[in-house]
């Protein structure tokens, strides 16, 4: 079964400082990758998505993520944060065939001081 | 244009009590998914609709817990005689079609079960 590992529970920074948040997933097939995002109080919504094309991929608000294969790795990355990055995020997997059902990570719980 | 919407925001059950949470997915949209998400975890998959087709059910914790679609639109998640481990947020969300696209998540239903 396929499984996501997220290895940041909590992560807490200064403004301007780097972020990389870690996830690993467990499939040996080919599966599309994606980073979501959860606001306090908002919707969970999609920060970006990895579908088998370029590794270096590219989101809003200033995020990327590099799908590094031979690792099993898709980590997130933002080189300088902002206090509105405070959020949660979660990575997710689905496989590349049939309906797209998403197997998320535990999240990662981002708080970013003034 | 209207995202996903979800009712009620807030339950609470008394233990043994049957509840119904409703979603109503962006308008067109094919698929339809429905996720448990416990304290301090991220979501994990309960069923899948296409249209009005139960085509995964797989996720579903037990018997007392049962989903329809009937019309291909809104769709309900029953869960009967309820028990303090059904205390979850519960999300649903809907895509354009069953292959690789977006889904976008409504703000759930939060079920606490006394």
């Known amino acids: 079964a396929q499984s996501v590992s997220q290895h940041n529970h909590h992560v807490i920074l200064s403004e301007a400082a780097s972020l990389e948040l870690g996830c690993n997933y467990s499939?040996?097939?080919?599966?599309?990758l994606f980073w979501y995002v959860q606001y306090p109080g908002q919707h969970l919504q999609l920060l970006l998505k990895?579908?088998?094309?370029?590794?270096l991929v590219k989101g809003i608000k200033g995020f990327e993520a590099e799908f590094i294969k031979s690792k099993f790795s898709f980590n997130l990355r933002k080189p300088s944060v902002q206090w509105s990055d405070t959020a949660e995020y979660f990575c997710?997997?689905?496989?590349?065939?049939?309906?797209?059902?998403?197997?998320f990570g535990t999240g990662t719980r981002l708080l970013v001081s003034p | 244009g209207a995202g996903v919407s979800q009712s009620p925001r807030y339950k609470v059950a008394k233990r043994g009590q049957d509840v119904a949470l409703r979603c109503d997915p962006i308008?067109?949209?094919?698929?339809l998914f429905w996720y448990q998400q416990a304290l301090g975890q991220g979501p994990e998959f309960l069923t899948y609709?296409?249209?009005?087709?139960?085509?995964?059910k797989s996720g579903l914790p037990s018997d007392r817990f049962f989903a329809e679609r009937p019309e291909g639109s809104v769709s309900t998640l029953k869960i009967q005689r309820t028990q303090q481990e059904d205390s979850a947020v519960y999300l649903c969300?809907?895509?354009?079609?069953?292959?690789?696209?977006?889904?976008?998540f409504g703000p759930g239903t939060r079920l606490t079960v006394l």
């Open positions: 969300a809907s895509s354009f079609s069953s292959g690789s696209s977006e889904q976008f």
């Open positions: 499939y040996g097939g080919t599966v599309n």
């Open positions: 990895y579908f088998s094309e370029d590794p």
């Open positions: 997710a997997v689905t496989m590349n065939t049939g309906f797209q059902k998403l197997v």
């Open positions: 308008s067109g949209h094919v698929s």
């Open positions: 609709f296409q249209n009005e087709a139960q085509l995964d």
